[in-house]
């Protein structure tokens, strides 16, 4: 299974980006998904999960700017990041996860900077 994260880029202050993550390989859904985020010098934070039934999770500080959400057919998962701030400039992973098996991205970066 690998997973390939796109959407990153660099964007002025309260603009937007959309991050995309989509999954090849094997034949079975994640049960969770999530989108991570690093930044230098620091650990890598969740930043938003959705499971299977569609449910999602927040961390507080991008709640009610970023939405997660997920395309099981088409097997992408997806981040809308509005109203960004420099503090979201990180380097930003995706993640599923099946049983006890964890998969990552590559990670793409986002840089919010005027």
């Known amino acids: 299974v690998q997973l390939q994260a796109s959407g990153g880029g660099l964007v002025q202050p309260g603009g937007s980006l959309r991050l995309s993550c989509a999954a090849s390989?094997?034949?079975?859904?994640?049960?969770?998904m999530g989108w991570y985020r690093q930044a230098p010098g620091k650990h890598r934070d969740l930043v938003a999960s959705i499971v299977s039934s569609g449910s999602t999770n927040y961390a507080d500080a991008v709640k009610g700017r970023f939405t997660i959400s997920r395309d099981i057919r088409k097997r992408t998962m997806y981040l809308q990041m509005n109203s960004l701030k420099p503090e979201d400039t990180a380097v930003y992973y995706c993640?599923?996860?099946?049983?006890?098996?964890?998969?990552w991205g590559q990670g793409t970066q986002v840089t919010v900077s005027s």
């Open positions: 390989g094997g034949s079975n859904a994640f049960t969770v």
């Open positions: 993640n599923g996860k099946r049983g006890y098996a964890s998969y």
